[in-house]
């Protein structure tokens, strides 16, 4: 079975400054999705960006980027220019292409924003 | 657009007593979705529906029931509510047959059972 591992219970940073929270996952399968979602003290999960599998070129939303090492099963997202706003509960989850695979989720990063 | 939208926000039960959470959602979705999200354990799948008319197993079934009322509705049902179903519910849909498709989620019903 897929397992989603984040290593890093907790993070913070200073403001305007550069953040990096890991994510691996374990899988035997090669075509895949990767995602990042968001949890704000809202509760509300948001999706920040996801990658393709067979795609080398690490996606990028704004000051959200990826960094995607598929040989290493490796999955981690940089936020840069930190702001406040950007405090919250980051999981990483992971989608075989299969029909019928669902979603698997890690246990989530809580990311503080110090001032 | 209103997305997914869950109710209640907040239910506090008492052990034994049965409720059920509410789903809709107007994106024209054929998946829709339960999870459970406990500290330090991310979310959990209890249930999910491929299509109208299906629903299977997750991997946190056990003391839940759904029914897929129509495309747009999903709902979750404890019928003998215990401490241990103390957690957040989300429900959650995506688009059916593409896999990079991500979830849409409701904002989540914290349940506290005594």
């Known amino acids: 079975a897929q397992t989603v591992t984040q290593s890093q219970p907790e993070m913070s940073v200073q403001e305007a400054e550069t953040v990096t929270l890991s994510c691996t996952y374990d899988?035997?399968?090669?075509?895949?999705?990767l995602f990042w979602y968001k949890q704000p003290p809202s509760r509300q999960m948001i999706l920040v960006i996801r990658?393709?599998?067979?795609?080398?070129q690490n996606a990028t939303e704004n000051r959200f980027s990826v960094n995607f090492q598929k040989a290493a099963k490796s999955f981690s997202l940089k936020i840069s220019d930190s702001q406040l706003g950007d405090a919250a509960m980051y999981f990483c989850a992971y989608r075989a292409n299969n029909y019928g695979q669902n979603f698997v989720f890690g246990p989530g990063t809580r990311l503080s924003v110090l001032p | 657009n209103a997305g997914v939208t869950q109710t209640p926000k907040f239910q506090v039960l008492k052990t034994g007593q049965s409720m059920t959470l509410q789903c809709a959602q107007d994106m024209n979705h054929n998946s829709m979705y339960w999870y459970r999200q406990d500290p330090g354990m991310g979310l959990r799948l209890i249930y999910y529906?491929?299509?109208?008319?299906?629903?299977d197993k997750g991997e946190v079934p056990n003391g839940y029931n759904v029914s897929r009322l129509n495309k747009r509705e999903f709902s979750l049902r404890l019928e003998s509510a215990a401490p241990s179903q103390t957690s957040v519910y989300f429900c959650?849909?995506?688009?059916?047959?593409?896999?990079?498709?991500?979830?849409?989620f409701g904002n989540g019903t914290r349940l506290t059972v005594t």
């Open positions: 990658q393709e599998a067979y795609k080398q």
């Open positions: 959650a849909s995506s688009r059916a047959g593409l896999s990079n498709s991500p979830l849409h």
């Open positions: 899988t035997s399968e090669s075509d895949y999705y």
């Open positions: 529906s491929a299509s109208e008319g299906t629903t």
